[in-house]
C-alpha cells in the first residue's frame, strides 16, 4: 500500500479524510477517500502499489474485461454501451469535420468501441495494459494495440481523437500519462476524456455506497473544476464538455446494491430518474464527457 502525500491538481499537502469506502467487487478491504484542503480534489488513500494493483481486478464481478457472463446487471451494462457506441461515434465524427481520421482508445479493453469505429471507416489503434487484450483485440479485429511505453515512444502527433472512455480515474502515472497523450495528438488533434462526476447528485446522496468511488480500482475522483485544472497544467484546455446520460441509472442501481438493498434495481431507476432531472438543471451529470484540445492550437 501506498500514501499520496501531494494534490496532483494544486500541489497542496493538506487533505481532509471524506469517506471510507469498502472494494464490495473484489477484496472487501476498506479505502480511504480524502478531499485536498485547497482545491477539493479527491482521491483514494492507503491505495495498493502499482504492483499490487492487479489483483484488485481479478473479480467475476468485475465487467469491464471479461465478456461472457450473464447475469441481469450485465446484459443492462451491455445495452447501454451498445446505445453509447453511436453516440461516441457521432461525437468524434463531428469533431473531425465528418471525415474519417486515426482513432486512438487508451484503455481500449476488448476492442468494441475500436472496431465500431473501424467499421465505420476510422484507422484505428489502441493501448491497453492487459497483455490478454491487446492480444484478443489483434485476434477478433486486426487492430493493433500498444502497451504503455511503446505508444508514447512511437506515435507522436499522429491521432485525430484520442478516446479515454471512464480510465482516467485509474491510471497511477496520470501526469506522464496527459502529457504522453498531449504528444500523440496532432497540432489540431483532440482528446475525449470519460469520467464520473464527483458533484453529481447520486455521488453527494450515496457518499461511501456511491458506485463510482470504486476503491481501489479508482485512485481519482474527479468533477469538471478539477479536471480543467489538471489539463490546464499540461497546455490543454477544456473546449466542450457533455453529459452521459445513461450512467445515472447504472451508477445508481449498483449503489443501491452496495447498500444492500433488495429492491436496487426499483429504487436505482427511480434515483437515477431524479439524478437525470437535476442534471437537467444543475448541468452536474453522473458521468461527463470532457472534450481538450493543445493550448496552441486555438
Ligand atoms: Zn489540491
Not at 496532432?186 to 458506485?211: H, M, T
Not at 447504472?250 to 437525470?276: A, D, L, P, T
Amino acid at each position: 500500500m501506498e500514501n499520496i502525500n501531494t494534490c496532483i491538481v494544486c500541489g497542496s499537502l493538506k487533505s481532509l479524510k471524506l469517506y471510507e469506502c469498502i472494494d464490495k467487487v473484489s477484496s472487501n478491504e476498506k479505502f480511504n477517500i480524502v478531499c485536498c484542503q485547497e482545491c477539493s480534489f479527491q482521491y483514494t488513500q492507503n491505495r495498493p502499489t502499482l504492483l499490487e494493483a492487479g489483483k484488485y481486478y481479478l473479480s467475476d464481478k468485475y465487467v469491464s474485461h471479461t465478456d461472457n457472463k450473464k447475469s441481469f446487471i450485465i446484459s443492462l451494462y451491455r445495452t447501454i454501451r451498445n446505445l453509447n457506441l453511436k453516440w461516441k461515434l457521432k461525437i468524434i465524427n463531428k469533431l473531425n469535420g465528418n471525415k474519417n481520421g486515426y482513432i486512438l482508445d487508451y484503455g481500449c479493453g476488448l476492442g468494441n468501441f475500436l472496431s465500431y469505429c473501424k467499421e465505420n471507416g476510422w484507422l484505428t489503434n489502441g493501448m491497453d495494459i492487459s497483455e490478454e487484450a491487446r492480444r484478443e483485440v489483434k485476434k477478433r479485429y486486426d487492430i493493433n494495440v500498444y502497451e504503455n511505453k511503446e505508444l508514447f515512444n512511437t506515435n507522436k502527433n499522429k491521432y485525430d481523437i484520442i478516446t479515454l472512455w471512464h480510465v482516467l480515474e485509474h491510471v497511477y502515472n496520470i501526469e506522464e500519462t496527459i502529457e504522453g497523450l498531449k504528444n500523440s495528438i496532432k497540432e489540431e488533434g483532440y482528446i475525449l476524456i470519460a469520467l464520473p462526476n464527483n458533484n453529481s447528485y447520486e455521488a453527494l446522496k450515496y457518499k461511501e455506497n456511491w458506485d463510482a468511488y470504486d476503491v481501489p480500482r479508482h485512485i481519482w475522483h474527479f468533477n469538471k473544476k478539477s479536471v480543467e485544472k489538471l489539463f490546464l497544467k499540461h497546455g490543454l484546455i477544456l473546449i466542450d464538455t457533455k453529459p452521459m446520460v445513461f450512467d445515472s441509472y447504472y451508477v445508481s442501481i449498483r449503489s443501491e446494491m452496495h447498500k444492500g438493498n433488495k429492491f436496487h434495481f426499483i429504487y436505482g431507476m427511480f434515483w437515477g430518474f431524479i439524478s437525470h432531472l437535476k442534471a437537467i438543471y444543475s448541468k452536474e451529470y453522473s458521468s461527463q464527457l470532457y472534450i481538450f484540445k493543445k493550448n496552441e492550437s486555438i
